[in-house]
């Protein structure tokens, strides 16, 4: 969980089998790239009469400058919601090549009983179970193909979720300096 005022740099990292929330953030700007979140359980919520707030990604960005949320792996986790934003007065929030895969959730994004009350969220070039509000060059609802010897996260090479199918070198994973020619763990190949 990051909490503050200030800009939160996240790169390069496994979160797993944490309680609530995946990745708690709330500051003014935010660089996630190269994450995976895996096994994140909700715990018992007592307030019914508002959305749980639980999720996998928690975003309160509360600056105008636009955040970085790229190469994200959300995987296994058992939440009401997988994101949850803050106002509809924030800034949009952009995830580009996100994968997601085996999670069990009510609802993609939390919403305050009312869509327009909530910060809004766009897919770029994500793998996902449904199709998002906003989304372009989103693939929906095929099997990841992760590899057969390997396993999760790793890709095979014929998984259609490689560089998000795309040849947009904007969608390419860093590539590992110690192995050149493999992307950097944990993205997806």
């Not at 990051?2 to 929330?21: K, M, P, Q």
């Not at 939440?79 to 996100?98: A, H, I, K, Q, W």
Request: proline content about 9%.
């Amino acid at each position: 969980m990051f909490e503050g005022s200030a800009n939160a740099t996240i790169h390069d990292c496994v979160l797993r089998n944490n309680s609530r929330y995946g990745l708690y953030l709330s500051g003014n700007h935010f660089d996630i790239q190269n994450v995976v979140i895996d096994s994140c359980v909700a715990q018992g919520f007592a307030l019914q009469s508002i959305p749980s707030r639980q999720c996998a990604l928690k975003i309160a960005q509360e600056s105008a400058i636009p955040s970085i949320f790229r190469n994200l792996t959300i995987r296994n986790c058992d939440m009401r919601n997988l994101f949850s934003g803050t106002y509809p007065t924030d800034p949009e929030s952009v995830f580009e090549n996100f994968l997601m895969v085996d999670n069990t959730y009510d609802h993609l994004q939390t919403y305050w009983n009312d869509p327009s009350l909530d910060q809004p969220i766009r897919f770029v070039n994500c793998y996902m179970p449904e199709t998002p509000p906003v989304g372009e060059g989103t693939v929906v609802g095929l099997t990841p193909q992760f590899d057969d010897e390997i396993g999760f996260p790793w890709l095979s090479p014929t998984s259609p979720c490689i560089d998000m199918g795309t040849s947009d070198p904007l969608t390419n994973d860093q590539e590992d300096p110690d192995t050149p020619g493999f992307a950097l763990w944990p993205s997806q190949g």
